[in-house]
């Protein structure tokens, strides 16, 4: 039996990273979300990582500045929830209005109550749930 190093692979992302423009693209549409979903200041600054007041304000105005890698995650997290919405609920304004409304899987909490704690990983939870109540076993 002949064994042969295997060559190391490089530590690499597996999918690529989002890049500027994309990043700012995000970002304006999770603005226009955040609308839709009739968010105050001060629930949009903490899905967006406790963001300032003023960028904020700028954000609200188009002007996007340096987006870091947590906050794209963040939003991309975001946008994620709103994609398993729209799949969940035909009716956009349904969808809107389910974040707000006490939720029995949630222990009576929304699913608003739940992402305003945060933490990245509530994110990730409400998106994973939202993907298995689409996509069934």
């Keep these: 039996m002949d064994l042969r190093p295997v060559p190391p692979t490089p530590a690499k992302p597996l999918s690529p990273s989002i890049t500027d423009d994309e990043a700012a693209a995000i970002a304006r549409m999770t603005v226009d979300l955040f609308r839709a979903w009739q968010l105050s200041d001060a629930e949009a600054r903490t ?4 963001m300032t007041k003023r960028t904020w304000a700028r954000w609200k105005g188009g ?33 809107y209005a389910w974040i707000r409304k006490p939720n029995a ?3 009576g909490l929304s699913a608003l109550d739940v992402m305003v704690r945060g933490e990245m990983t509530d994110l990730i939870s409400l998106r994973d749930w939202l993907n298995v109540q689409r996509a069934p076993w």
């Design 47 to 50: 899905l967006l990582g406790d």
């Design 63 to 95: 002007q996007i500045g340096r987006i870091d890698h947590d906050l794209r995650m963040r939003m991309a997290l975001l946008i994620g929830i709103h994609k398993g919405l729209r799949y969940l609920f035909l009716d956009r304004e349904h969808g």
């Design 105 to 107: 899987a949630f222990e």
